[in-house]
């Protein structure tokens, strides 16, 4: 199945633990919760990220819900490196 990024949306981070490795984003402009993998923020060069820290990213429509498949841009909290 080829996976396609769709356009860039803005939301806010609901949660994310680092243990697990996932987190959830609340997409601003519809409400709907976007899976957040442990592999889109190594390739954004961090290991983790503040519930409520506000994020620009693109999305790809996996098996179950949306993923996100690039961050390109946080703002808000302190980022953790």
Excluded: C
Excluded at 30 to 51: E, M, N, Q, R, Y
């Amino acid at each position: 199945m080829v996976q396609t990024a769709q356009d860039v949306k803005t939301g806010h981070v609901l949660w994310y633990d680092a243990s697990r490795g996932y987190g959830f984003i609340r997409q601003a402009d519809t409400g709907v919760d976007v899976f957040l993998p442990k592999d889109a923020l190594d390739a954004f060069g961090i290991s983790g990220v503040p519930s409520g820290a506000e994020i620009d990213y693109s999305a790809y429509e996996g098996v179950n819900s949306s993923k996100v498949a690039s961050i390109r841009k946080l703002t808000g909290r302190q980022m953790l490196s």
